[in-house]
C-alpha cells in the first residue's frame, strides 16, 4: 500500500522557517516524481514545487521561488520542503503527492498518491 505522510506543519511568525517532511512507504520512492502542493481556504490547490524521479530537476512556483526548496533523500524514502522568509500568504495546507513513470514530473494530472496534508500556519 503507497503512503505518504507529511509532517513539520506548524505554526511560525513572518520571516520564519519551516522545513515539512513527507514520509513514504509501500513503493520505491526513486522511481516515483514528487510534487508539493497547497490549498488556503476558499482557493484552489497550488502548485507549490516539484522534484523528478531522479531528483536532476526541479520547479518552482513564481511565489516561492527563491524562498523554498524541494529535496529528496530516496534512501530514507523521505521529500522535504524547505520553506523560509515565511509570508502570511504562504499559510496553507500542504501535501506532498507522487506519480510514477511520467516525463511530466511537475504535471497536476500525474500525481495520483496523495497525503493527507499538513497544516502551515504564518502569523504573528
Known amino acids: 500500500q503507497l503512503q505518504l505522510v507529511e509532517s513539520g506543519g506548524g505554526l511560525v511568525q513572518p520571516g520564519g522557517s519551516l522545513r515539512l517532511s513527507c514520509a513514504t512507504s509501500?513503493?520505491?520512492?526513486?522511481?516515483?516524481?514528487i510534487g508539493w502542493f497547497r490549498q488556503a481556504p476558499g482557493k484552489e490547490r497550488e502548485r507549490v514545487s516539484c522534484?523528478?524521479?531522479?531528483?536532476?530537476?526541479?520547479r518552482y512556483a513564481d511565489s516561492v521561488a527563491g524562498r523554498f526548496t524541494i529535496s529528496r533523500d530516496n534512501a530514507k524514502s523521505t521529500v522535504y520542503l524547505q520553506m523560509n522568509s515565511l509570508k502570511p500568504e504562504d499559510t496553507a495546507v500542504y501535501y506532498c503527492?507522487?506519480?510514477?513513470?511520467?516525463?511530466?514530473?511537475?504535471?497536476?494530472?500525474?500525481?495520483?498518491?496523495w497525503g493527507q496534508g499538513a497544516q502551515v500556519t504564518v502569523s504573528s
Open positions: 522534484v523528478s524521479a531522479g531528483g536532476g530537476m526541479t
Open positions: 503527492a507522487a506519480a510514477y513513470g511520467t516525463n511530466y514530473y511537475c504535471t497536476l494530472s500525474v500525481y495520483n498518491y
Open positions: 509501500g513503493f520505491t520512492l526513486g522511481n516515483y516524481a
